[in-house]
């Protein structure tokens, strides 16, 4: 179980790199979500794609998921 705990946390380290490192644009976020995401979630039964997929179309859709949550938290830390 710890080793679960400590792969996790890697998880998460490294999918906070991978975003950090991105150069994608609100535009191209929101074609990913809604065009590419359920193609993909269809394709894989109904899993979300992870920054260590081993498809890159599915890395570039994971980092198009966490640029929106980005930018959501964003904007509701701004609204109040």
Known sequence: QRQMCIRDSLRTVQFVIEEQRSDMTVEEAVILYRNYLPKYQAEHDGKL?????????????????????????????QKH
Not at 51 to 59: E, K
């Open 49 to 77: 794609p992870t920054p260590n997929d081993t498809d890159p179309l599915g890395r570039r859709i994971a980092s198009a998921i966490a640029f929106i949550a980005k930018k959501k938290q964003e904007y509701l830390s």
